[in-house]
Every structure is written in structure tokens, then in C-alpha cells.
């Protein structure tokens, strides 16, 4: 299945500032999760933002938080963000028929997100890397869990390039220079 911008809604899944300095690979992560936003936004793909129970695990972190604050945010008690009656309203609403997932915990909320958006429906695309758990073992068995289920594994650079679909597309410059 080719990826098309016009069909796609991407969902951050809990990257908050509590947890976020006990996950695995937490630089590249994040370093990955800013460049795969920066190139979203220019491909005006719309976001969907999600914080599980912020009282306890706080905001998303400050680097990716002022780059999408103009998105509309959730907070949840749900594991799956398709659990939680505003975002399953705000994603229907969008009328997109993929979501691109990234986030954390991979196989916790990602995962339980994931599945629940399959079973709405939807075509689902995992970021592999913009997403991590604490334990590295707990997101490869996540990310091989979810690809037998039907999610779609990709990058975040092959995600930006399939968005991009061709060099002569005028963004194609800002996603060039955003993943060198």
C-alpha cells in the first residue's frame, strides 16, 4: 500500500517529560520524532497529540512540545488513544483513512493504539523509529507484534520521501535538507 499525504493523520503517542528519561535510544528518538514533525508540518499532514494522565507523567516533552502546539491535544487514562472518547471524535472527524503512529510506550499505548485503530478501520503506520519502550525487547516484540496484525512498518526518512512522492514536489527541498 502506497502512503498518500492526502489520506494521512499523524498521532503522537504520550512522549512526555516524566517517562521520557527512562526509554531506551532516548537522543535518537527524539532527535528522529522532531525531524519526522518538522516534516509532517510542511507536508501540512494534520496531527493528533496524546497525553496519557498528565498529573503523573507530565507534558510532552519542551523539543517537540513547541513544534506542535497548535495541534489539538488529548489527555487520556485509556492505554489506547482510540479508547479515549475525544481523540476516537477528533480522528473520525479528520476523515483520513491512515494514521502514521509514533510515540512511546511501543508496547503499551502504541501498541494498544495501533490495534484498536486497526480494528476502527483505519490503515495504520508505525514510525519504528520514533518509537521506543524502557526495555528495548519490550518494542521489537511490540513492532513484530504489530506487523502481524497488519501494521505497516516504516521510517521516518522513507515516510517524509513517500509523502513527498517526487522530486519536482515544491517541499521536496525542506524534506531533503530536514533528513540530512
Not at 21 to 45: A, F, Q, R, W, Y
Not at 141 to 163: C, D, K
Amino acid at each position: 500500500m502506497r502512503i498518500n499525504v492526502e489520506d494521512a493523520l499523524f498521532c503522537l503517542v504520550d512522549v512526555q517529560d516524566k517517562l521520557y528519561p527512562h526509554v531506551t535510544n532516548k537522543d535518537e528518538i527524539e532527535k528522529n520524532l522532531i525531524t519526522l514533525i518538522k516534516g509532517l508540518k510542511v507536508l501540512s499532514v494534520p496531527f493528533i497529540i496524546n497525553e496519557q494522565y498528565k498529573k503523573g507523567i507530565g507534558e510532552t516533552i519542551p523539543s517537540l512540545n513547541e513544534l506542535v502546539t497548535e495541534y489539538p491535544h488529548f489527555e487520556k487514562t485509556t492505554f489506547s488513544c482510540y479508547k479515549n472518547e475525544e481523540t476516537i471524535e477528533a480522528i473520525n472527524a479528520t476523515n483520513k483513512k491512515v494514521v502514521i503512529v509514533a510515540g512511546i510506550e511501543t508496547h503499551v499505548c502504541v501498541l494498544q493504539t495501533c490495534i484498536d485503530l486497526l480494528e476502527g478501520g483505519f490503515e495504520v503506520v508505525l514510525v519504528t523509529d520514533c518509537c521506543t519502550s524502557r526495555k528495548q525487547n519490550d518494542t521489537d516484540v511490540a513492532i513484530s507484534r504489530l506487523v502481524q496484525a497488519g501494521v505497516i512498518p516504516t521510517t521516518y526518512e522513507s515516510l517524509l520521501f513517500e509523502l513527498t512522492l517526487n522530486a519536482k514536489n515544491p517541499v521536496f527541498k525542506e524534506i531533503s535538507s530536514l533528513v540530512k
